[in-house]
T-cell receptor
Framework: EAQVTQNPRYLITVTGKKLTVTCSQN?????MSWYRQDPGLGLRQIYY???????DKGDVPEGYKVSRKEKRNFPLILESPSPNQTSLYFC?????????????FGPGTRLTVL | KQEVTQIPAALSVPEGENLVLNCSFT??????LQWFRQDPGKGLTSLLL?????REQTSGRLNASLDKSSGRSTLYIAASQPGDSATYLC??????????FGTGTKLQVIP
C-alpha cells in the first residue's frame, strides 16, 4: 500500500531533550516536506527537500533540523525542544513530474513539550 | 509573501444543500492549487488538484475551479451529506518549492 508513515504518532517530552520524528514514504517520491499545524495558524511549512541531500527552509524553520540521506526517509530533528514547539506535525511527499506534484500526507505526530 | 485566505472559517448547512467554499491567494504566480479535507485528529486527504493551466477539476460531487488572474479558487460540493463534515483546506504552490496553506473552512452538514 502506497503511504507516508510517521513515528511516533504521539510524543510527550521535556524542554531540551533532543528528539527525532521519522517520516518514510514507499512511493519513490522525490519531494518531501514537513509541516506544523497550530490552531488559528493553519499548516505552516518547516522544511522541504527536492531530493536526496537537497533541503531548504520553509516558513518556520527555526528550532528544527532535517536530513535527506535516502530518498524514502526525511526525519525531523528537534535538537533542544521548547514548549512553543508543541504542535501537530505532518510529513508529506510527492512526485513532481506526476499529477503536478500532488502531495500525500502522513497521519501526523502530536508533540507536547513540557 | 504568498497569503492564502479561506472564507468562511466555519459553515453549517442542512443535508442535501449545495455549497461553495472559497479560497483566495495574493500571488497569482502559482504552479498548482490543491484542495484537502481533514477529519478531526487525522491527516490530510487530497481531494482535487488544479494545475495553473487548468480552470477546473471534478471528482464525483466535488468541483474545484481556479481563476489565477483574480487569485481565487472555489470548491463546490453538490448534495452535501453528513459524511462531508470536515475541515477543508486549500494550498497553493509556486513551483517545486514552498507550499502555503489557508487556515481552512470547518464544514458541518446537519442530517
Amino acid at each position: 500500500e502506497a503511504q507516508v508513515t510517521q513515528n511516533p504518532r504521539y510524543l510527550i517530552t521535556v524542554t531540551g531533550k533532543k528528539l527525532t520524528v521519522t517520516c518514510s514514504q514507499n512511493m519513490n517520491h522525490e519531494y518531501m516536506s514537513w509541516y506544523r499545524q497550530d490552531p488559528g495558524l493553519g499548516l505552516r511549512q518547516i522544511y522541504y527537500s527536492m531530493n536526496v541531500e537537497v533541503t531548504d527552509k520553509g516558513d518556520v524553520p527555526e528550532g528544527y533540523k532535517v536530513s535527506r540521506k535516502e530518498k524514502r526517509n526525511f526525519p525531523l530533528i528537534l535538537e533542544s525542544p521548547s514548549p512553543n514547539q508543541t504542535s501537530l506535525y505532518f510529513c508529506a511527499s510527492s512526485f513532481p513530474l506526476a499529477k503536478a506534484n500532488e502531495q500525500f500526507f502522513g497521519p501526523g505526530t502530536r508533540l507536547t513539550v513540557l | 509573501k504568498q497569503e492564502v485566505t479561506q472564507i468562511p472559517a466555519a459553515l453549517s448547512v442542512p443535508e442535501g444543500e449545495n455549497l461553495v467554499l472559497n479560497c483566495s491567494f495574493t500571488d497569482s504566480a502559482i504552479y498548482n492549487l490543491q484542495w484537502f479535507r481533514q477529519d478531526p485528529g487525522k491527516g490530510l486527504t487530497s481531494l482535487l488538484l488544479i494545475q495553473s493551466s487548468q480552470r477546473e477539476q471534478t471528482s464525483g460531487r466535488l468541483n474545484a475551479s481556479l481563476d489565477k488572474s483574480s487569485g481565487r479558487s472555489t470548491l463546490y460540493i453538490a448534495a452535501s451529506q453528513p459524511g462531508d463534515s470536515a475541515t477543508y483546506l486549500c494550498a497553493v504552490e509556486p513551483g517545486y518549492q514552498k507550499v502555503t496553506f489557508g487556515t481552512g473552512t470547518k464544514l458541518q452538514v446537519i442530517p
